[in-house]
């Protein structure tokens, strides 16, 4: 009889190189994730810095930095759900528009009427409601999210200014002002602040810690093979807009305390900086990944850029210039990582 040849036996085993390889291109990843983070924090404290140089008496003042971290707080709730939305393979051009709609809705006469509650309570069911006509269009009715959302941003935008009328609606519920007052402030800290930390920690446990977070990357990682593993890939895009609606509605209301009033015009650009956000933090455009952390960095990030203009009165427009750019370098720098995790 002859003896098998040796070499195979060798092919019939298992080979031990896509496992090292799969496990050898984890840590990069995970790798790349801590470098990226670190480069924002590195970023972030060079702006301090430019800040601290240029406008010394104004830009480190306490109350200030209390400014930035509130106003990043408005914008941070809302990039939370747009990080999730953009993991699970989505977009959303419509958060803009539905923190506007959500504040107006919640500012009307007879809202507050019902006080606090009626105020929260309306901002954040406005929210789902426009998260909800978002998500039953593209999951169940097939429509591209570039379209639905564009749809809603253009319907929210004028239901909110139908509903105003062009006018700005002013908020006379004190417990809701009190809120935005520095005696409401917990250890120098605004109340504002903590809200956007809660959702920030809620946000990271979620898409880290938990079954949909796990379906939430799989679904934008790639959709077929999430529906042969047996997630149910519609109703995971539902859940996914009805979250970022329901950040937008949380974001409206913090609006509201900021500003003191109800205003069509609020929310304006916010999809842009959400989405620049979370792109720059490390969340990939095109799903499959995303990153909570990033994504508060990036926001900080630029609510800081847009601080140090104001405070050295440089126009709008040199700052919308400057968010563009760093837009783009984002982007090229995914499409570089990606192209070299490939290879």
Excluded at 29 to 57: H, K, M, Q, Y
Excluded at 301 to 314: E, M, Y
Aim: hydrophobic share 50%; net charge positive.
């Amino acid at each position: 009889m002859t003896q098998p040849a040796p070499t195979a036996r060798r092919d019939a085993q298992p080979s031990a190189g896509p496992q090292n390889r799969e496990l050898g291109g984890r840590r990069p990843a995970g790798l790349r994730a801590d470098a990226r983070n670190l480069s924002l924090l590195g970023v972030l404290a060079a702006l301090i810095v430019v800040g601290g140089l240029t406008r010394p008496d104004q830009f480190l003042a306490a109350s200030n930095l209390q400014l930035v971290l509130t106003q990043a707080s408005v914008i941070g709730v809302v990039t939370v759900g747009m990080t999730f939305v953009i993991t699970g393979g989505g977009i959303d051009l419509s958060v803009g528009a539905i923190v506007a709609l959500a504040s107006v809705w919640a500012t009307t006469v007879a809202t507050q009427e019902y006080g606090f509650a009626g105020i929260l309570f309306t901002a954040a069911a406005v929210g789902l409601g426009c998260g909800l006509v978002n998500g039953l269009l593209i999951a169940y009715g097939g429509m591209a999210p570039f379209i639905a959302t564009l749809a809603m941003l253009a319907s929210a935008r004028g239901l909110a200014l139908q509903i105003t009328d062009g006018r700005t609606q002013i908020v006379t519920v004190d417990a809701v002002l009190d809120l935005g007052v520095p005696d409401a402030y917990v250890l120098g800290v605004p109340p504002l602040v903590l809200v956007f930390a809660a959702v920030t920690a809620i946000g990271w446990l979620l898409l880290n810690r938990t079954v949909f977070g796990r379906r939430t990357v799989a679904v934008g990682g790639n959709a077929e093979a999430a529906r042969l593993a047996g997630i149910d890939v519609r109703r995971q895009r539902l859940y996914l807009y009805l979250l970022s609606g329901l950040c937008c509605g949380i974001a409206a209301f913090l609006l509201i305390v900021l500003s003191g009033s109800g205003q069509n015009t609020n929310g304006n650009l916010y999809e842009l900086d959400a989405i620049a956000a979370a792109i720059i933090g490390g969340t990939l455009l095109s799903g499959g990944r995303g990153t909570i952390a990033g994504s508060v960095l990036g926001v900080l990030v630029f609510t800081t850029i847009t601080n140090i203009f104001a405070l050295n009165n440089l126009q709008s427009d040199v700052q919308q210039i400057a968010k563009g750019a760093i837009i783009v370098a984002a982007v090229l720098v995914q499409r570089r990582t990606l192209r070299d995790s490939a290879t």
